[in-house]
């Protein structure tokens, strides 16, 4: 292996199991989208995706280019693989989305990040799926449905622009070098391609949740008055006795609805 010193601020635990490799490859979409990986690393899944379908990969670190340029170079003279150089909140903030066609991405992601980098791929119209390693913690957010006790702004705004969210699988630290302190798991997501991200609504969700083991009229006390929350309770029949995981993403989606229409005729 090279001698390469894994870099903590840069959220570096290479994945090195390969049964965890040939299951994430196995779980790849059969479509004709491109791959976008982030974070490449020393290039170990990579290698895979790049036997199957042509790859693009943002990655940050300068030290470990030179290590993946030479690694791919018969891949990137064959334009295989496109190896970008750069932070990929920059590369979202400059181009809007990572690749020029349908995509899905696909990544060990840099755990320091991943939540926000999941949200800019739902922004992102040309990403397709996202088949992502993150802490375990964070895929039960996003694949979290009405009810479970995990249930937040996260697993909401998933439900309303995807066709489906799930965890595959789980992966032990033993699976990287260096370990990590916590079990990581394989999320997927199935975009509606047809739906948007709906800003205003993701403010409204953050108020929802702002106490989440509060009430939700408690929570909306914040953005409604007295009067306002008593209407939207009874125009949609729910009991103010609610809890924000407790309440489903159309009822949300409704209830955002309403608010909005109050807030127009102001
Ligand atoms: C968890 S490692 C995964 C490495 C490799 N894909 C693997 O599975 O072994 C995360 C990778 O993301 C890279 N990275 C961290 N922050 C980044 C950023 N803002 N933009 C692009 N890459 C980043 C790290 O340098 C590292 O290569």
Request: charged share 30%.
């Amino acid at each position: 292996m090279e001698k390469v010193k894994a870099k903590k601020e840069f959220g570096q635990n290479f994945l090195k199991d390969s049964s965890i490799l040939d299951k994430i490859i196995q779980s790849m979409p059969q479509n004709n989208n491109h791959i976008v990986e982030i974070g490449p690393g020393l290039g170990d899944l990579t290698k895979n995706l790049v036997k199957y379908k042509d790859v693009t990969a943002y990655e940050v670190d300068t030290d470990l280019i030179g290590i993946l340029k030479s690694k791919f170079a018969t891949e990137i003279e064959n334009r295989r693989f496109d190896l970008k150089h750069i932070d990929v909140l920059r590369a979202w903030d400059e181009l809007k989305s990572l690749h020029s066609m349908k995509y899905d991405l696909i990544a060990n992601l840099p755990y320091y990040i991943a939540t926000n980098i999941i949200l800019r791929a739902f922004e992102d119209e040309l990403c397709e799926h996202i088949i992502v390693m993150v802490q375990k913690e964070v895929a039960e957010k996003f694949s979290a449905k009405v009810n479970d006790k995990e249930y937040s702004s996260l697993g909401i705004i998933t439900e309303t622009i995807s066709k489906e969210s799930k965890i595959l699988f789980d992966v032990p630290p033993t699976a990287f070098d260096p370990m990590p302190k916590v079990t990581s798991s394989i999320l997927y997501i199935k975009k509606d391609l047809d739906k948007k991200v709906d800003k205003d609504f993701n403010r409204f969700l953050k108020a929802c949740f702002v106490q989440p083991r509060k009430k939700l009229s408690k929570n909306l006390s914040s953005i409604l008055d007295k009067s306002e929350i008593l209407s939207l309770y009874n125009e949609l029949g729910l009991n103010d006795n609610l809890r924000p995981h407790e309440v489903s993403s159309s009822l949300y989606s409704q209830m955002h609805t309403k608010v909005k229409n109050g807030r127009d005729k102001k």
